[in-house]
């Protein structure tokens, strides 16, 4: 069973093994090296960040999305940029496993009629259980992660905003396929400090977001805890940490690229090049 904010409980089909020396697969995670197998996904999203879930198991070298949460306030700037309030507390949503692209599986797909907005954000790949984390613990809360991703956090924002406006649930704003771009696994070392790292994402030639994540409203002990005495994180899951300023709207044929610094210095697994391109299907976003 795999946990997902508002909805009923969402059911994984089916396991996912990515091929070694492949660079296309099919979900939650990106290719780490010699590409892990997969397991049930579970994911749960966080309102002041995006906590995304991923499960990644280090023991066999699997990439397990079992819950993807995510924090939705990251920094001053942004909440301004959107209109929102600044929450007393971190506030986490959660977005379905099947919204994860892995790199080299296609491009973002936009359904009709949706205003569709990009955020580059930092993830937490979780390597241990972790409940009822003690917010001031920093050590207890570094411990527990493994590794990182960097992620875009994809939302359809008029269908966001009609539901916000209505006391709605929102997320099918976030958890449409193909929602959540991945970078491949990034090892703990290369990123010493997660709250010390650049982040950056164009759209084309034009920069759109470049900050830093000293920057996040809440730090990733305070994240954590708030999420760990909720629901308890285990082991591969991924937890999104909130993007900067600079939000905004992407069209078909647009591609976005994304990147990681540390120290001035690009870290090249996470970089992200995606395409975006219009949705066939059904669906069609019209006001409820």
Partial sequence: MHLLLYLPIFHVKEWIKIQAQKPTVLEFSASFGEHPTLRPPRLLSSIPLLCQSHSFNSLQNGFNPRQLPQDYVYRPDHITE???????????????????????????LRPKGVSLHYEVELGLVIGKTLRDLDPNDEKAALDAINSYVLAIDMTARNVQDEAKKKGLPWSIAKGFDTFLPISQQIAKSRIPNPHDAFLRLRVGQTERQADSTSLMLYRIPQQL????????????????????????????GDVMRASIEVDGKEIEEGRIDVEVHDREGRYEFKET
């Fill in 82 to 108: 959107l209109n929102n309030i600044a929450p007393k507390q971190p506030f986490f949503f959660l977005k379905p496993p099947s919204s994860i692209l892995l790199p080299g599986s296609g491009p973002v």
């Fill in 225 to 252: 805890a708030q999420i760990s005495r909720v629901m308890t994180l285990e082991e591969g899951d991924i937890v999104l940490t909130g993007t900067p300023k600079g939000v905004g709207q992407v069209k078909a």
